[in-house]
C-alpha cells in the first residue's frame, strides 16, 4: 500500500518513514506541501499521514487543496497542537482522525489501520461499480453474473483501479504494486492491461478502462 507522508522534522520524518516501512507500507515521504501536492498528483495513495505544523503552506489548507482536487483516501492528521479547536479545525478541513505528539507508534499504528480498512470496505469486502463486482476476500471477478476467468496479475490491476476510480493511475504507481523488485517493465504491463479490458469487454461490453495518454489509467465508473 502507498502511503503519502507528510512532515517537516527531518528525524521524525525519516524515523517514521522507516517504521511504516517495516510494515510494508511503501512511504512517499515529503518535508513541505508543494512536494507533497507533487506526489499526488504522481502516485496513487491508500492513505496519508499530515502534519499540521508544515513550512508554506501548512497542513489543514493541505488536506483542503488535496480534497478538493478529488483525493478521497483517508489522511490522519499528526499535530503538536493541544487545544481541540486545532484538532476540530484539522477534520473540518477533510481530515478523518488525528494523533498528537508525541505519540507511541503503535497509536499511530493501530489509527492507521482502522482508517485503512474503513476505506478499504474490509468490513464489507466488496467493491462494485455498475455491472463489475470484486470479491476482495476471494479474489474473484463478476460482470453481471458472469464471473470472470483473470489471472493473478489481471485481478490486482482491477482492484487497484476499482479501489482508485475517478483517479489517474501511473503506469509506475501500478507497476510498484505489481512488482515487489525492480524487474518492471511498461511493455509488460500493457499487455497485461489490453488482456484484462478485452476479458471485461467480452464479459460485459465495452472496458471501462481508459487510457490517459503521458498519464496512466482511468477506472471510469463510480465504486461503492
Not at 486545532?86 to 489501520?113: H, I, M, S, T
Not at 483501479?161 to 507497476?175: A, E, G, I, N, P
Not at 465495452?206 to 461503492?224: N, V
Amino acid at each position: 500500500m502507498n502511503v503519502l507522508l507528510v512532515e517537516d522534522d527531518d528525524l521524525q520524518r525519516h524515523h517514521l518513514g522507516y517504521q511504516l516501512e517495516s510494515l510494508e507500507f511503501r512511504v512517499y515521504a515529503a518535508p513541505e506541501a508543494r512536494e507533497a501536492l507533487f506526489f499526488s498528483d504522481e502516485y496513487a495513495f491508500d492513505v496519508a499521514i499530515i502534519d499540521l505544523g508544515l513550512p508554506g503552506m501548512d497542513g489543514i489548507d493541505l488536506i483542503k487543496t488535496l480534497r478538493q482536487r478529488g483525493r478521497t483516501y483517508p489522511i490522519l492528521i499528526l499535530t503538536a497542537r493541544g487545544k481541540w479547536e486545532d484538532k476540530v479545525n484539522g477534520l473540518e478541513a477533510g481530515g478523518d482522525d488525528y494523533v498528537v505528539k508525541p505519540f507511541q507508534f503503535e497509536e499511530l499504528k493501530a489509527r492507521l489501520n482502522a482508517l485503512i480498512s474503513r476505506a478499504s470496505g474490509f468490513s464489507h469486502p466488496k467493491i462494485s461499480a455498475g455491472p463489475y463486482r470484486l470479491d476482495l476476500s476471494a479474489k474473484k471477478a463478476w460482470v453481471g453474473d458472469t464471473e470472470l476467468v483473470l489471472t493473478a496479475y489481471e485481478y490486482k490491476i482491477l482492484e487497484y483501479l476499482m479501489r482508485h476510480d475517478q483517479q489517474v493511475v501511473s503506469k509506475t504507481s501500478l507497476m510498484e504494486q505489481l512488482y515487489a523488485d525492480d524487474d518492471r517493465d511498461s511493455n509488460v504491463l500493457e499487455v497485461l492491461v489490453g488482456r484484462l479490458r478485452r476479458k471485461l469487454s467480452q464479459a460485459g461490453g465495452e472496458s471501462p478502462i481508459d487510457t490517459i495518454r503521458g498519464q496512466g489509467y482511468l477506472f471510469t465508473l463510480s465504486c461503492s
